[in-house]
């Protein structure tokens, strides 16, 4: 279901998740939307949920490991998955490497919560914020919170890469999508 929430709106709900973006530089790129979360959208897919649960409502690529409902997820699992299926390599930093494409995993204290992509040509990062909006965020920290915990492990790949395995399409679509939502609806978004 997708929601065209008034800037102000969004605002409100995501301060009280994320208390970080209330001093950070950030903006709205999407509608709220339950179709997809955070992980799909780091792997630039936004047709359904992915998530290592053993759940009809989540998908996980075939031949992967899956959890009962409501475990913990190791890093790792999201780590071979992104290598396996997307090309991603694990690198020490989340710094803007001029060639190659960034995501970063959050964990807490019993495994990963989230993954944000980096923009393709720096300047930030994206975050699909649970069924909330997507948004450009400027650092890492920015959505920093106790759901979330904190960033925990980088991967990278080459935007060859990222073009051989359509991700890089997918990405652009995306824009091109949300650029289309403000120009066929009404959205406030100041």
Not at 14 to 34: C, E, G, M, V
Not at 62 to 87: I, N, R, T
Not at 133 to 139: L, P, V
Request: net charge positive; aromatic share 18%; glycine share 6%.
């Amino acid at each position: 279901m997708i929601v065209f929430r008034s800037a102000a709106e969004a605002r409100g709900i995501l301060y009280q998740d994320f208390p970080h973006l209330r001093n950070a530089k950030w903006s709205i790129k999407s509608p709220f939307d339950t179709d997809y979360k955070c992980i799909a959208w780091a792997a630039c897919r936004t047709d359904r949920v992915w998530w290592p649960w053993d759940d009809p409502s989540c998908y996980w690529p075939p031949g992967f490991q899956k959890y009962p409902v409501s475990s913990p997820v190791p890093v790792a699992d999201f780590m071979e998955v992104f290598q396996k299926k997307f090309g991603y390599q694990a690198c020490d930093n989340p710094d803007f490497e001029f060639g190659y494409q960034k995501v970063a995993i959050y964990a807490d204290a019993l495994g990963a919560t989230h993954m944000a992509r980096q923009r393709f040509l720096g300047g930030g990062w994206l975050s699909k914020l649970g069924s909330n909006e997507d948004i450009a965020h400027g650092e890492l920290r920015d959505i920093y919170c106790v759901a979330y915990g904190t960033d925990a492990q980088y991967m990278k790949r080459s935007w060859l890469i990222a073009l051989t395995k359509l991700c890089l399409f997918r990405c652009v679509w995306g824009t091109l999508k949300f650029r289309l939502y403000r120009t066929l609806v009404r959205w406030d978004l100041t």
